[in-house]
């Protein structure tokens, strides 16, 4: 065989294996940020802790839902919903022309807030038992996300995050409202956050901590990067 080219087809094989190499370094990094990092144990007690009478106010809700751009005819996700407590208040303010998906992994929480639903007369909610990867929710279809006191507990936030991209319209806004901790203390660090969302196609847009009365340290707003 001619010297040159057994070089050409030795380096060819080389390069292709480095290329290889540093695809599997990169897929390694991304599962090691979306399964490794400490998570709190999803919650699963009584529901009714999240509907103390002086939330909307400590939380400033309406603030929350402004920021989001919530408004008549608007599609929400509440994920994390818990008791739907969120859910409600987004239901009244996108009207009976807008929906809200409330998204839990616990089937008691889904099936408390279809009774409350009903109980309510809010026919434009869907609640929806999603999985720890997987929000479940149609594609192309939600105009704003917000997870609320939850993003501690995903076990697959940067999977998560990547299947909750798929299903937002163009300009969407991802509210997460957590307060600081290492994960497991249910709390998670704000640049840890900030990191799995932009390994998920997310950018940080802005950050608020009105949010800091209710025990929440901060309120991140994500958007996807075209």
């Known amino acids: 065989m001619d010297v040159r080219l057994s070089y050409n087809l030795l380096s060819r094989v080389l390069l292709a294996f480095l290329l290889s190499g ?6 390694a990094q991304s599962a090691a940020t979306s399964s490794q990092r400490p998570t709190s144990t999803p919650y699963s007690g009584d529901l009714s802790i999240f509907e103390y009478p002086d939330r909307d106010q400590k939380l400033q809700v309406n603030r929350v839902m402004d920021i989001l751009g919530l408004k008549p005819g608007c599609t929400v996700a509440d994920i994390g919903a818990g008791s739907g407590w969120f859910t409600v208040r987004a239901a009244k303010r996108v ?3 807008g929906l809200v998906y409330a998204v839990d992994i616990n089937p008691a929480a889904t099936s408390y807030i279809n009774d409350r639903a009903k109980r ?3 026919e434009n909610i869907r609640a929806i038992q999603g999985r720890e990867d997987d ?3 149609p594609e192309n279809s939600i105009d704003s996300v917000l997870l609320l006191k939850t993003y501690h507990e995903i076990a697959q936030p940067v999977h998560l995050l990547e299947r909750l991209r798929r299903a937002l319209r ?3 806004l991802v509210g997460i409202i957590d307060r600081d ?5 249910h709390g998670v660090d704000r640049k840890v956050v900030v990191e799995e969302a932009r390994t998920a196609g997310f950018k940080l847009i802005s950050t ?3 949010v800091k009365p209710d025990r929440e340290d901060y309120f991140l707003v994500l958007q996807p990067v075209q």
């Open 170 to 172: 163009p300009g969407a």
């Open 135 to 137: 929000p479940l929710l």
């Open 208 to 210: 608020y901590d009105f």
């Open 120 to 122: 309510e007369h809010l």
């Open 95 to 97: 009207g009976p022309s």
């Open 22 to 27: 540093s695809t599997l370094v990169l897929h």
């Open 181 to 185: 901790g290492k994960g497991d203390d």
